[in-house]
């Protein structure tokens, strides 16, 4: 058999040319349509209640300013109890994530299933102990009668809908574990609609005060609530999974739980503190951190979109046992955290000249703020990578290490927050200690991320 003739030379040049190299077009990594898929509507619902909040506020402060500092503070107490039970969401999310990437969808619709009746007993257990104590945990904030009285009003109201809004909370981890972020979109968006609506027709229309601006959110959190179970029974009966209680899923989720409850306590207490220290350097200085915290609160929102969509992908892969893959996803979310970490920064360095007019601030305050802001642009590249890489591990179901770096990151804050108190500093060093609390949960996040012990596989994290 003759051997084949070899290839024809490709023809060179002609005379006085130059070969140019043809580059291969350019390749999106395969995991950003996903991740955008996820991510995009989850900073959509995540920024939709803060922007219908503000609505409420303005609709009760046409009240006047005692029943607008009420709603300040219950509101601020509903939302340290929103902040402890964000775990309903995290941890529905990766245990759901993992069933899934198994292939085990009845068993993922069964730990959903756990999750909502763990938001449910939790919320009847909130609201049995919170509706007596409403007026000393009130009066911890330290009001005046009149707010105080208006506050204890709104909180009484509202813990009637707490088993519905941690209900939403379990629904919202099911649907993101089961890759579904545009569902919780279109119920976070209806239900806030729809509170707005009631709000002012409650409260302007049939003059029921700040009780109206509390029956108004109860039946928008109920209905949300409805909306889920709605749509995790459907799931369950098409599944053919028991929609009824399972102590040993329950006990499971629980214990989960826990160390997330740690981790987010420990977090709380960092800009709880902040803000207190902000409070007693005097009213120019709180309002500065004000202004800077409403700005890093909105970029937050952005980059937590990127760690719901960790959350969720991480766990299918590992569910799946697809360790390259989840270590794959990994890497690129990261890259995506800091670069938008440096172009949200970018971003707010352009608007210093802006916020101060935006937010009509006194010149003393002017004076403050643009430094905060800088300091708060500089932490975005690494925030962008600590939000991620905090909903990797998530995901992962390695709660134990984050609760664990969680303290260790706070033990370094109280550190530089006791020094800027000694040392009478001003409201920049106080971010720059908040900083510095960044970095320690950089370290910490960046130091586990590059090993191999989070990377457990397996439809249940053991």
């Known amino acids: 058999m003759p051997s084949p003739a070899p290839p024809s030379p490709a023809p060179g040049p002609a005379p006085g040319q130059i070969r140019r190299r043809r580059l291969p077009p350019a390749r999106r990594n395969p995991h950003d349509a996903e991740i955008l898929r996820l991510a995009v509507p989850a900073f959509g619902a995540l920024i939709a209640e803060p922007l219908f909040l503000f609505a409420d506020s303005v609709i009760v402060g046409r009240l006047g300013t005692t029943p607008l500092g009420g709603l300040g503070v219950a509101s601020q107490a509903l939302t340290a109890l929103v902040g402890i039970s964000v775990f309903?969401?995290?941890g529905t999310t990766a245990a759901v994530a993992r069933q899934l990437g198994a292939g085990h969808r009845e068993a993922a619709i069964r730990q959903g299933i756990d999750g909502l009746w763990l938001a449910g007993i939790i919320g009847a257990v909130v609201l049995a102990a919170g509706w007596p104590l409403a007026p000393q945990i009130v009066h911890a904030f330290g009001g005046s009668p009149g707010v105080s009285g208006e506050a204890v009003t709104y909180l009484r109201i509202s813990l009637l809908g707490a088993p519905a809004m941690l209900v939403v909370l379990a629904g919202t981890?099911?649907?993101?574990?089961?890759?579904d972020t545009r569902t919780p979109l279109?119920?976070?968006?209806?239900?806030?609609?729809?509170?707005?609506?009631?709000?002012?027709?409650l409260v302007l229309g049939l003059h029921w005060g700040i009780a109206g601006s509390a029956w108004g959110t109860v039946c928008a959190q109920?209905?949300?609530?409805?909306?889920?179970?709605?749509?995790?029974?459907?799931?369950?009966?098409?599944?053919?999974?028991?929609?009824?209680?399972?102590?040993?899923?329950?006990?499971?989720?629980?214990?989960?739980?826990?160390s997330l409850v740690v981790r987010t306590i420990a977090l709380q207490a960092v800009l709880i503190v902040v803000t207190a220290i902000a409070a007693r350097q005097g009213n120019a200085a709180i309002a500065a951190h004000q202004i800077a915290f409403r700005a890093w609160t909105l970029l937050a929102f952005a980059l937590d979109a990127i760690a719901i969509a960790a959350q969720a992908i991480t766990g299918r892969y590992l569910g799946a046992g697809d360790v390259a893959g989840a270590r794959s996803a990994t890497n690129r979310m990261i890259g995506w955290g800091v670069i938008y970490g440096v172009v949200f920064g970018i971003v707010l360095v352009a608007a210093v000249p802006l916020l101060p007019a935006v937010f009509s601030a006194a010149p003393d305050v002017r004076r403050l703020l643009p430094a905060v802001l800088l300091v708060a642009a500089a932490q975005q590249p690494v925030a962008g990578v600590v939000f991620v890489l905090d909903g990797v591990l998530i995901g992962a179901g390695d709660?134990?290490?984050?609760?664990?770096a969680g303290l260790a990151a706070a033990a370094v804050f109280a550190v530089g927050a006791a020094l800027v108190i000694g040392q009478h500093a001003g409201l920049v060093a106080l971010w720059l200690v908040f900083s510095l609390w960044l970095m320690a949960r950089f370290v910490t996040l960046i130091l586990r991320a590059r090993s191999s012990q989070w990377l457990v596989t397996g439809a249940v994290r053991r």
């Open 88 to 90: 309903l969401a995290y």
């Open 173 to 179: 981890g099911v649907l993101r574990g089961l890759q």
């Open 186 to 201: 279109t119920v976070a968006v209806a239900a806030n609609v729809a509170n707005v609506a009631l709000n002012a027709f």
């Open 222 to 258: 109920t209905a949300a609530a409805a909306a889920y179970l709605a749509m995790v029974a459907r799931g369950a009966r098409r599944a053919e999974v028991g929609f009824s209680p399972d102590l040993t899923g329950l006990r499971a989720a629980a214990v989960t739980g826990v």
């Open 399 to 404: 709660q134990d290490y984050l609760a664990l």
